[in-house]
């Protein structure tokens, strides 16, 4: 990921050369904490994702000496001191980043990426650190249910072709997969990341043939064992009998469309008369957690699921209200925590870490405090440093053992926040610290001024 | 856009191999169709776009050689013949490409884009083509409601942070002002498409000075006639104010959150009485189309709307159900027609063009009939041909041209299809021979067989 640094709202670039002209730029470094205010409808938890790709775009971050000249010439910067565009030229992310590890469940109000930097820097960065992680981490906890409701089937992403373009596709597959997908469709995520890749075969191939039992054949021929013959073409049933009239031995079958508990069941029946009991079903088509649950609970014969659509897009909560907000400013040595107060979206002041209390290795709850209040005893830091003066302070992980490590989390959760026809709640606590200051705040109605 | 050849599913490369291994990728050209099978809720039209995009695509498809050794090295593909590799390597898009010009309104069953090339690289380009036109027709068609429902005034589209990952941003920036928008936020659109942009600040910027009058004056002097304050950081009604008492003259003051139609009554009694009945009132925070149409008809005092999530998102659809179905196979001069006939999911067989019906200057009806029937008199066909050989036929217009395209297709809709609290449907009908193929392919159960 490598985007450019025009990858960003206007009114950033306003507000850069604002700060520029105030020599803001070397005199204000700035923290700014990217959090969801409340979590959607139908959503326990999130899954934080997409970290990787907005530290990757912060330490790739510059202008083309193109860009800033055509910025030069944009009417909305006609009164901006030209020295701004020379800084532009220049200037690159040199800030200190602390991050939630991907694959850990987060809830509202939690900082899940936390920038100090001067103010220019973070604030230039704030639309692509939103757009990477909102979009990845919706995807991530939608999976996460999806995976949850299958309870132990695999189940694999299809979905680039309802993802919102191509680069969606990618990081959706990435996502699904991180929070405990078994594979994706997508070629180029499958080798981007290692991620497991399944295919079976589209109506095409069937269609396109002379008819469809010598499609099978053909296919069977080619992919032996890794055959997964689509049956709803015509008809499934029928097809299903076909299978085994021409003793073709698919490692599965799918079913794509119709009454997926009836079918499954009258497939598995013939299959396994005609001696294909280790032939498994797939399903696919339009699935989500819900209906999944409900297959199964229907006890219906299937073996693995296929989805897309409702994952790659998060369907029932497609956008993630991260947002990035300012919570600390330290000008000429003098730290001052600010908050907003509008209506209905206030903010909580000052440098922040998230503490997870754990009892028998369950999270019990979480406390929001600033991060120089001392630890809590029993609990888990889940802020970490990963970035030091533009530079990351480690590799990244492996994805397989970022998703490994999120089904642990995941399954560290009490019992309700699993359920996925439950909106439960966690209970997350601000510290004595951030309830002081906000009480100092609101109550001198200007920004309490502390000097470290 | 130019994309990996391996932004596909597995499958198509699987089947690709299959119709390699039986020479079919010399022999055999298929056409397949990009259509709706049915309109999302609370959609009465889709607004095309993407087309652009997707023949970019198209135009530079290629496989790396390191992205076929990789392949060459995946168990899924362990059994297909060497040759298949080294055709990959050369594979180009050689086919003809028809399609509706972006900005056009359609309906459900009408093919949006039609591809004719061999059947291998017809398959192939499947998933890329889907990802992207949905997505931008999506974005496109819920972004001309919001402008329908603006009546007029400018709606500003904000929404890159919410998108779905930052190129998913950048062409919902794109679809959303070709659909009729006046302009984005998102630099890098401006940028590539002329599209115009719109910033304001943000209330880090009021928040990090020293107070909300000093954050205003500052940005005044430096933004002039492009100042648009945003009230909303503490407490609007009394930035308002302070904007007066300062003697500031903003172009536009900004609400983003609270009672939009009370606090603009107040803000704007508050600038008339200070003599700044020319400073306009921008509203944002989660608008769309139905809030929109409430706030105006409330005849609260709005001069122009930002929207983001919502239309970024295509928030209430957010998947386009778009498919690309194979609907004729030439296999050694022998023409098929063929359909799936799948419960709920049948196809309508045989290469399509669109007639769309006028009368007196207003859309009608649309007929969907085979591409070889006789034009349909005081209809206008709404297929192009794009592409022929693997190469563009005609430049792109540009985006502004499309727009204004769009807006006057738009406007030629019957007058309740143009309404945002209507679910209205539009006449589409197969055509005679259209008709004629689906009952003649039902009665045999095999493909009927038309030699050219």
Redesign the interface.
């Known amino acids: 990921m490598s ?2 640094a ?10 850069m ?3 520029f ?2 020599g ?1 730029h070397q005199s ?1 470094r ?1 923290t ?1 904490e990217l959090f969801v205010r409340r979590l959607p409808l139908r959503r326990s938890f999130l899954v934080v994702a997409g970290i990787e790709q907005a530290l990757s ?1 912060l330490e790739t971050l510059r202008f083309d000496a193109s ?1 800033v000249a ?2 030069a010439r ?3 910067l006609a ?2 001191p030209p020295a701004f565009f020379d800084y532009l030229r220049e200037v690159r992310f040199s800030g200190e980043v602390w991050a939630v590890g991907e694959g850990t469940p987060v809830f509202a109000n939690e900082p899940i990426l936390r920038v100090t930097a001067p ?1 220019t820097e973070a ?1 230039l960065v ?3 650190l ?3 992680v ?3 981490t919706s995807v991530a906890s939608k999976a996460a249910r999806v995976v949850l409701a299958a309870n132990g089937r695999p189940v694999m992403e ?1 979905g ?13 597959a990435r996502a699904a997969y991180l929070a405990g997908c078994s594979g994706t ?4 995520a ?2 981007r990341w290692s991620i497991p ?9 069937v ?2 043939a002379v ?1 469809e039992i010598a499609a099978f054949q ?2 069977g021929t ?3 064992e ?1 055959s997964v013959l689509l049956l ?4 499934t049933i029928a097809a299903a009998h076909a299978i085994v009239d021409h003793r073709l031995r698919p490692a599965a079958v799918r079913l ?3 009454d997926l508990q009836a079918l499954s069941r009258e497939v598995r029946a013939v299959l396994n008369r005609g001696g294909l009991s280790a032939t498994q079903i797939v399903a696919s088509g339009d699935l989500d957690e819900h209906e999944i649950a409900r297959l199964l609970a229907a006890r219906a014969p299937i073996d693995s699921f296929g989805v897309g ?1 409702s994952v ?4 029932d909560a ?5 947002v ?3 919570v600390e ?1 330290t000008e000429e040595g003098r730290m001052r925590l ?8 206030a903010t909580w002041p000052g440098r922040k870490q998230i503490w997870r209390v754990m009892e028998n290795a369950r999270a019990v709850r979480d406390v929001v405090a600033l991060h120089d209040e001392p630890p809590i005893e029993g609990a888990r830091a889940l802020l970490e440093r990963v970035m030091a003066d533009g530079a990351r302070t480690s590799r990244p992980l492996p994805l397989a053992a970022v998703r490994a490590s999120c089904l642990d989390r995941v399954a560290e959760l009490p019992p309700d926040l699993r359920r996925i026809d439950l909106d439960a709640r966690y209970d997350v606590q601000p510290s004595p610290g951030v309830t002081a200051a906000i009480r100092s705040y609101r109550s001198t109605r ?1 920004s309490p001024i502390i000097t470290p």
Chains 1, 2 share one sequence.
């Open positions: 985007a450019t025009l990858a960003t709202d206007l009114y950033q670039l306003t507000m050369a604002g700060y002209k105030a803001r204000t700035a700014f775009f860009d055509w910025l944009q009417p909305q009164n901006v103010i604030q704030e639309t692509a939103l757009a990477i909102n979009f990845q299809f680039a072709r309802r993802a919102h373009g191509l680069d969606a596709a990618l990081f959706a469709s997508l070629v180029e499958g080798q890749l399944s295919g079976t075969m589209a109506h095409s191939w269609m396109s008819n053909e296919y080619l992919f032996g890794h709803d073409t015509y008809d794509d469309s119709g659509t790659v897009t998060s369907i497609p956008a993630l209200g991260g990035y907000k300012l400013v600010v908050m907003k107060t509008s209506t209905g979206k200007t």
